[in-house]
């Protein structure tokens, strides 16, 4: 088992939260603690953005328990209609996403002896407002996540199986039940990078100077998963179409497979641009390579072209061709795309690092 940074951060907050509620007095160290865990966000800004709110539910929620207790009790039914009406109000001013730690500073509040209502009310606000803080100090603080970096690096690995099960496919190896979960595997992965690509636009910048770099990261890390997007759909249309692929002459199988080689192989320079192992003016591979793809789109539109005799398994092969044609054509668009892009970034912002090497051991 990997010790993951949020992992270390909820615990750091946990304890620091019950070291300064014994040193405080009136503060008992349960409330802080569980704010601590409920406070901790998967983004800096996330932490920033819900503080303010976490802090007004907490004194929100004090004002409601000592109301309720003073006018009407605190036995259970009591508590159990404060408790739905207090989270109607939380959703009705939009504010949901701090309900479970808003509902338990109620609660807790509301079980105390009436008489001492107010002083508990200030006392379990304060252990609130304690741990909320102290989680937002250690996720802005300590080991900030670098969500650029993991994703990067779930990008890579990804790209990487998919392009390893591409030139497979075009050998006619490997069992095709196997790659059907391959391909829902890759799936998963993409799911999971637009996912860290979401956190990562969420990213907390604190100098202005930085902000630009950050836009700019962004359009490339998406062109990267639009490129993994439009190889993994190659893939999927070749498996789909495999017995029709191995059935077209040798010659033009050749030039498809060539060309899917090149594309794979300009995918993978592209990824060693920007880790900076190769120079960012590197990897211009669709000029030198024009010529080729010409003769490749002739021999398809020729071998696809239908005739008012042709038969049905004839028509869908020129089909199934086509539905390859236009899939290799939109996966070689989004590469053009990237290597832009990342020629551009490399140019402006060289002084990133993202090698592959230098990214083990990390952890979300």
Not at 74 to 103: H, P, R
Request: with cysteine; proline share 3%; hydrophobic share 50%.
């Amino acid at each position: 088992m990997k010790l993951g940074a949020r992992m270390f951060k909820t615990g750091l907050g946990v304890a620091l939260s019950i070291l300064l509620a014994n040193w405080l007095p009136f503060v008992e160290p349960a409330i802080p603690a569980f704010t601590a865990i409920l406070g901790l966000q998967q983004t800096v800004r996330g932490s920033i953005d819900t503080f303010f709110n976490r802090v007004f539910a907490a004194i929100l929620g004090g004002v409601v328990a000592v109301f309720m207790v003073h006018f009407f009790g605190n036995n259970a039914l009591i508590i159990g209609v404060t408790i739905t009406m207090f989270i109607g109000i939380l959703n009705a001013m939009k504010m949901s996403n701090v309900i479970s730690l808003a509902t338990i500073t109620l609660v807790v509040i509301m079980l105390n002896d009436p008489s001492m209502i107010m002083q508990s009310a200030v006392a379990r606000v304060i252990e609130s407002l304690l741990g909320v803080t102290v989680s937002l100090i250690v996720n802005v603080f300590v080991l900030p996540p670098k969500y650029d970096a993991i994703l990067y690096e779930d990008i890579n690995k990804t790209t990487n199986e998919v392009l390893v099960r591409l030139r497979a496919i075009l050998r006619k190896n490997g069992e095709y039940s196997t790659l059907t979960s391959d391909i829902m595997w890759a799936e998963k992965r993409i799911v999971h990078a637009q996912g860290l690509y979401t956190l990562l636009k969420d990213e907390n910048v604190w100098s202005k100077r930085k902000i630009p770099m950050l836009k700019r990261k962004l359009v490339v890390f998406r062109a990267f998963i639009m490129s993994l997007e439009q190889s993994l759909a190659l893939l999927a249309v070749l498996h789909t179409h495999t017995n029709i692929m191995f059935q077209l002459p040798d010659e033009l199988r050749m030039q498809i497979r060539e060309r899917i080689e090149t594309l794979c192989s300009a995918h993978e320079q592209i990824f060693l641009k920007f880790d900076g192992r190769i120079s960012p003016l590197e990897v211009n591979f669709f000029q030198p390579t024009q010529y080729y793809r010409q003769e490749l789109m002739d021999s398809i539109f020729e071998y696809a072209a239908i005739k008012q005799t042709a038969t049905q398994e004839e028509f869908e092969r020129s089909n199934a061709l086509m539905l390859i044609t236009g899939q290799l054509v939109s996966y070689e668009e989004s590469l053009i795309k990237l290597n832009t892009l990342v020629r551009s970034y490399r140019i402006h912002h060289d002084e990133d690092d993202y090698q592959a090497d230098s990214l083990e051991g990390i952890e979300g």
